[in-house]
């Protein structure tokens, strides 16, 4: 299944939904964008600045729904993440952001965003590629998410990972939904309105200054919820603080089932050089090779 509204000329609508950001920040990224076909909007408030957001709560979502009426844009662009996105998700109208079916497209906080329009609407996003951190020309995977985001790709696999070795804890493969993103993010929507109601779902994460015992309460936390006994394969991203991928499985191995698909090392992650990743998409997972399609 294609990502929705992807193609050669897709309109770009950039919005901050959390944390404030300056013109200097994103110029390369804009600047790659544009470059590559994208006509790009900037919305009304970008750069505004109140406390440590990028801009008060109403700021914030005129910005996002004036770009959901607008007949230009195909894509909802978040800039950056921080903090702030879930104080939106009670303002934000949903109806209309799925009678526009408009992709949205951030990373970190800006999960739980995308969760919540999942929730809300079951439209698919992409996770990662934040303007402030990897949309940049020395990014292994700048080109990758250029081509995902004109709908040249449809799949990721071992021959578009750079130099990174995908890490196998137990092979396999599935057919299901991909969901995910930061971890203390998915947790915090967990028993509100914006966590979806899940059946089966592959599950990717990745978080951010995260120690291996924080990673495991958070997931010890969704296992008692019944969220992970869902879980139909898992990919592993980077955790900056515990980059070991063995390490880290064999920590949180208890809490999946166990005739699942897992692979580690994924390049996603509060890096400079990460990928992107659909979300709320029907996929396929190979572990060997590896190979993720839609």
Not at 208 to 221: C, D, F, V
Request: with cysteine; hydrophobic share 40%; proline share 6%.
């Amino acid at each position: 299944m294609p990502l929705p509204n992807v193609k050669r000329n897709t309109g770009i609508g950039l919005v901050a939904p959390a944390g404030a950001v300056k013109p200097e920040q994103i110029r390369e990224g804009i600047q790659i964008l544009k470059e590559n076909g994208f006509p790009v909007k900037q919305g009304k408030h970008l750069y505004e600045s109140y406390r440590h957001f990028a801009g008060t709560i109403e700021q914030r979502v005129e910005d996002i729904h004036a770009f959901l009426h607008d007949p230009e844009i195909d894509v909802l662009l978040a800039i950056r993440g921080g903090s702030g996105s879930a104080q939106l998700l009670p303002e934000i109208d949903f109806q209309l952001w799925k009678r526009t079916g408009k992709l949205l497209i951030g990373f970190s906080d800006i999960t739980a965003m995308q969760w919540g329009l999942w929730a809300k609407t079951e439209l698919a996003s992409l996770s990662g590629m934040a303007l402030t951190l990897q949309l940049h020309k020395q990014n292994p995977y700048t080109q990758l998410f250029v081509d995902i985001l004109s709908g040249k790709k449809s799949s990721i696999q071992d021959s578009d990972l750079a130099l990174e070795e995908i890490v196998v804890h137990r092979a396999g493969s599935v057919e299901d939904v991909l969901l995910g993103g930061t971890l203390s993010i998915i947790n915090s929507l967990l028993g509100t309105p914006f966590f979806p109601r899940l059946s089966t779902f592959i599950l990717f994460i990745e978080d951010i200054n995260e120690p291996i015992y924080k990673i495991e309460r958070s997931l010890a936390q969704l296992k008692m919820a019944g969220v992970l006994d869902k879980v139909s394969g898992l990919i592993l991203g980077r955790f900056i603080d515990e980059d070991k991928a063995l390490e880290i499985w064999q920590t949180l191995e208890y809490l999946f089932p166990r005739d699942v698909p897992v692979v580690a090392n994924f390049p996603y992650g509060h890096y400079p050089d990460s990928c992107v990743l659909p979300l709320g998409l029907p996929v396929r997972l190979e572990s060997t090779p590896f190979r993720l399609s839609w």
